[in-house]
């Protein structure tokens, strides 16, 4: 099979998988930064483990790097424009979180206040994985507050233009 057949194949797999996007918050150094993710996944059952990547390219990246934990959001399927914001801007260019509504959260990672459930977690590693990192996370905190809500799915957001050049 030709490598664009491949390319195409696994394209067309992984989007009937249709996973959740995810939003990521962070905060280091006196700086915040938060994204939308669609790479990401519970790892481990016993200790409970988590992995987010996140693009190099990629704001939020750059101050996850010499961050110790952060935050993982999930989206309900009506939360669109939430998504808009944190997967089709960068904070290169602006301050994402004075266009939503948070608050500081366990180690004063910023927390959306409008989600249905997030978590906060220790950072307990990072692995390279190309053009994305892998941060494996240790869960410490968080809130579901509406348990089984629809959750914002990879097909909402197929067409958003990421803030960041690809």
Not at 78 to 88: T, V
Not at 92 to 101: G, P, S, T
Not at 120 to 143: K, N, T
Request: proline share 4%.
């Amino acid at each position: 099979m030709a490598t664009e057949d491949r390319t195409a194949v696994f394209d067309a797999v992984v989007a009937a998988a249709d996973y959740p996007v995810l939003l990521v918050t962070v905060q280091a150094d006196g700086r915040r930064a938060g994204c939308l993710v669609g790479f990401a996944t519970q790892v481990s059952v016993e200790p409970r483990r988590f992995l987010v990547g996140l693009s190099k390219r990629n704001h939020t990246y750059r101050v996850a790097q010499r961050a110790e934990r952060l935050a993982v959001h999930v989206l309900a399927s009506e939360q669109l424009s939430l998504a808009r914001l944190f997967g089709g801007e960068t904070g290169d260019d602006i301050d994402k979180f004075v266009h939503c509504d948070w608050a500081p959260g366990p180690g004063g990672v910023p927390v959306i206040n409008t989600v249905p459930s997030w978590f906060s977690a220790r950072i307990r590693d990072r692995y390279d994985f190309g053009d994305h990192v892998g941060i494996l996370l240790e869960p410490e905190d968080g809130a579901a507050s509406r348990r089984g809500a629809e959750t914002l799915h990879y097909h909402a957001v197929a067409d958003l233009a990421a803030g960041h050049a690809v």
